[in-house]
């Protein structure tokens, strides 16, 4: 059975820095695409980064320059490192493993970015 469990949310003011991190169970994580989405109130889910078995990347215009993310293959964990956050990164962030035929989602976990 494949599980994604988020963690790393919180309150931060504007300008910091958090570090959120998926762990993936089951074994789909080296060949499925990774990626983090993002769904503010009243807002639709939105993709923010996503990073291929090959390592490759790509990051909604927002984020680019300011949030960077990884994946390790040995511990089966997928990060997103966010800088510089602004008000309105505020959202529940969600991880997400894509494969062929059927996507996986985590619980989500919540980022608030406020002064």
């Known amino acids: 059975q494949v599980q994604l469990v988020e963690s790393g949310g919180g309150l931060v003011q504007p300008g910091g820095s958090l570090r959120l991190s998926c762990v993936v169970s089951?074994?789909?994580?080296?060949?499925?695409?990774m990626g983090w989405y993002r769904q503010a109130p009243g807002k639709q889910r939105e993709l923010v980064a996503r990073i291929f078995s090959g390592g490759r990347t790509i990051y909604e215009d927002s984020v680019k320059g300011r949030f960077t993310i990884s994946r390790d293959i040995a511990k089966n964990t997928v990060d997103l490192q966010m800088n510089s956050l602004k008000p309105e990164d505020t959202a529940v962030y969600y991880c997400?493993?894509?494969?062929?035929?059927?996507?996986?989602w985590g619980q989500g976990t919540q980022v608030t970015v406020s002064s």
């Open positions: 997400n493993a894509q494969g062929p035929q059927i996507a996986y």
């Open positions: 089951g074994s789909i994580f080296s060949t499925y695409v």
